[in-house]
T-cell receptor, first 113, second 111 residues
Framework: DTEVTQTPKHLVMGMTNKKSLKCEQH?????MYWYKQKAKKPPELMFV?????LSINESVPSRFSPECPNSSLLNLHLHALQPEDSALYLC?????WGTGELFFGEGSRLTVL | GQQVMQIPQYQHVQEGEDFTTYCNSS?????IQWYKQRPGGHPVFLIQ?????EVKKQKRLTFQFGEAKKNSSLHITATQTTDVGTYFC???????????FGPGTSLSVIP
């Protein structure tokens, strides 16, 4: 299984809502990533978990709260978002051996009204 | 902070023509990766370069890493319509976890 699965594929939420994005992989990878991607822009690094511990937070606003409950799962909790947070949120995982390639999920398309 | 730039931003080529995108970093990189993202898709890993001056080939794609490990290029020979997409370089400096993407080059191929 070489897949990273993200749910939901699409999410529409109001600025007062609380929602979560989920990411799952069963490749035994111990590094997991959240990236944000706006249209015609590159993926922008948000968070990295390494061995279930937060290793990188790229000064992301606290309305985004990551969680790594176990080595296969990564969540991104969303609260009080702004319309400018609308974007494609990509999860990726990486093995701690080999080339260090990132395996990306298909993304969750988020719209904040 | 770590800056990775790419040129050109957009490239339109006739099918069968060659294509090159260049990636430049303001700092020395420990390694560089290349990804391709098709329209509506997600980034897919193409290759990683680690050594100074390294050259790798994948069929019609040739990847180079500069001697100073600050620049890289991707060359596609005889483009096909299946090459359409955005090509991103992504660099690592000191932290193995931190993978920063360049702005990308969007390739259109006219049949």
């Amino acid at each position: 299984d070489t897949e990273v699965t993200q749910t939901p594929k699409h999410l529409v939420m109001g600025m007062t809502n609380k929602k979560s994005l989920k990411c799952e992989q069963h490749m035994g990878h111990r590094a997991m990533y959240w990236y944000k991607q706006k249209a015609k822009k590159p993926p922008e690094l948000m968070f990295v978990y390494s061995y279930e511990k937060l290793s990188i937070n790229e000064s992301v606003p606290s309305r985004f709260s990551p969680e790594c409950p176990n080595s296969s799962l990564l969540n991104l909790h969303l609260h009080a978002l702004q319309p400018e947070d609308s974007a494609l949120y990509l999860c990726a995982s990486r093995a701690t051996w080999g080339t260090g390639e990132l395996f990306f999920g298909e993304g969750s398309r988020l719209t904040v009204l | 902070g770590q800056q990775v730039m790419q040129i050109p931003q957009y490239q339109h080529v006739q099918e069968g023509e060659d294509f090159t995108t260049y990636c430049n970093s303001s700092t020395t990189l420990s390694n560089i990766q290349w990804y391709k993202q098709r329209p509506g898709g997600h980034p897919v890993f193409l290759i990683q370069l680690v050594k100074s001056g390294e050259v790798k080939k994948q069929k019609r794609l040739t990847f180079q890493f500069g001697e100073a490990k600050k620049n890289s290029s991707l060359h596609i020979t005889a483009t096909q319509t299946t090459d359409v997409g955005t090509y991103f370089c992504a660099g690592r400096r000191t932290s193995y976890d931190k993978v920063i993407f360049g702005p990308g080059t969007s390739l259109s191929v006219i049949p």
